[in-house]
């Protein structure tokens, strides 16, 4: 019955996308069109989540008579499905709801509405499927989809070059997963997953399928070197649909990732894992530092999500490790914490989109140097924001200090482990994983202070004003998700137990019955954590030290002008910046991994010209990489350009050599 429900709400959805063109020239379209995605997402985070904690005795399955021939399309709803529908569901409702707020701030609604529920069902389909056809197919109409609404405001350069890039990474992901799928499939014919499953594939096959795997999920995901399309899209694309591809559809991306190496290929040696885990680390610290170096708000966020995309695969790559060394209860816990951790990273990365776009409809400002003061314009948007930032810097009592706590305590248990090569990776991931929370803490000081505090440095800033109550709602929503999530880890951990169990051969102990109790991830005698206990302590400590200083210092209340450290002049000007905050950490790590220059141009005493700094800074992963790429295949183009002027008959002997040469080449395999 839920996948009944949730394959008609997807197709609801794409009823949806049809009806935003006759809608055109109503007045209230955006209301009606936002308003009927957040109901379908209702029902399907409703479907996942009712699954998810009350599982059906067989999940349910279905064959409709589409996708291939004489073969159908296969649906299924598992443990791993629900979860990941529920968070698409959650994702759908909170965005609709911000966008029926902030459309109005926006001028290109006829090329946003038809794609935005269209982008959600396509993300639906994909943890739906259960064969490789419908999951292709849904994962090619979620790329599409997404590309169609980060080019919304195709005219200005810098969004076209965000689509031709995304587009083209998108189209090197799907590439990849259609020779892993077909490498499945080559023992048993069968593109159904229940016949892949319970295929025997050769080492050499498995580390294969996992390399492209790797890099057809990470591509989508975020995952270093492939991240080169999140920095350029994210800031593209209208706000709301920056909080989908940021917090719902590179999760979607993870749910690729988990479903075809945990469930249909199950590699049985750790060589595999050890790719994952360098990769994890990598991504995570390099997330964050790129993300120190931008004054674009969404930049920023975009760069960050590279970073926890990172520590969802380090607890993928535990995983993985344990699994391959039998011990289930170490992989329950390093996969229970990614898994905690893609929950998280959808909420609040999810509310820092919200946030960013509230500001950018009320100052028409992405550059945080042009921000400043926003917290006497904007309350509502500031306090919730800040939510964000303490859960994203994983500090508690907040979601994203749960999940990472877990990260850290697989990588404590990896001592476990028989090799010493993981032993030593381990080691440095979780020096690494330690890096990039404090990095990221910084980062979001520089964010939140910049953004909102001290005196506005713009006269847009100036004159801010708080978004709709819808856009608020949609914050404040996702701002309690967090905090519940963090206070109550126990239960997001009983959530996820059939998850974890079904790919990691057993779950986590079940946590204590009342709900405030402590997380017992593996035993009391050694690690709990009392979510709740330290929320109150917190939280008594603020009031008791607010109430302590206002009884004492402000009686009497004597009111005089600020100290103005010498400067009788209010200036914004004086103020810190972005570019000086991060200042010292740019030259501790910008300077040696990113080949970041500092000129200085210091006129002499008695010049009042001003004095000047620039910056520049490299991204390695671009100009190593991808310019290379792109410099070679304008080569080849260029030499292959004459064979588009050749005659009929030489095409037939090319098409008769080649023909000759795949003959040979089959001969030699076979």
Known sequence: MTLDIALCCSAALLLTSLASFPLRTFSGRNGVIYGATALFSLLSFACGLGELLFPSAEPPAMILPAGLPWIGAHFRMDALSALFLAIIGWGGISSSLFAIGYSRHESASDRILPFFPLFLAGMSWVVLADDAYVFLF??????????????????????????????TMAAVGAFALILAFGLLATTSGSYAFSVIRETALSPLTTSVVLALVTIGAGSKAGLFPLHAWLPLAHPAAPS??????????????????????????RPAAWEGSFLILFLGGITAVLGVLYALMQHDLKRLLAYHTVENIGIIFIGLGLSLAFAANRIPWAAALSLTASLFHVVNHSLFKSLLFFGSGAVLASTGERDMGKMGGLIHRMPGTTVAFLVGCVAISALPPLNGFASEWLTFQAILVSPNLPQWALKFLIVAVGALLALSAALAAACFVKAFGMSFLGRPRSASAAEAKEVGAPSLAAMFANALFCLLAGIFPGQMVNALGPVVKEFAGQAL?????????????????????????????????????????????FRPIRRSA???????DASPATQYTTASFAQPIRRVYASSIFGAREKVEMPPPGDPAPARIAVKIHDPAWEGLYVPIAKAVLFLAGKLNPMQFLTIRRYLLLVFLLLIFLLALLSIWL
């Open 138 to 167: 849904a994962w090619e109409l979620m790329s599409l989809a997404s590309w169609a609404l980060v080019v919304s405001h195709h005219r200005e350069e810098a969004n076209a070059r965000a689509g031709h890039v995304y587009l």
């Open 240 to 265: 709301h649909v920056s909080a989908l591809m940021s917090g719902v559809m590179t999760k979607v991306a993870v749910y690729g990732f988990v479903r075809v190496i945990f469930d249909l290929l």
């Open 509 to 553: 102990p079940q946590q204590s019955v009342p709900f405030w109790a402590p997380m017992v991830p593996i035993a009391q005698t050694r690690s709990s954590y009392d979510a709740l206990l330290l929320f109150v302590l917190i939280a008594i400590t603020a009031l008791g030290a607010a109430g302590l200083v206002r009884s004492i210092g």
């Open 562 to 568: 600020a100290w103005d450290c010498g400067y009788p």
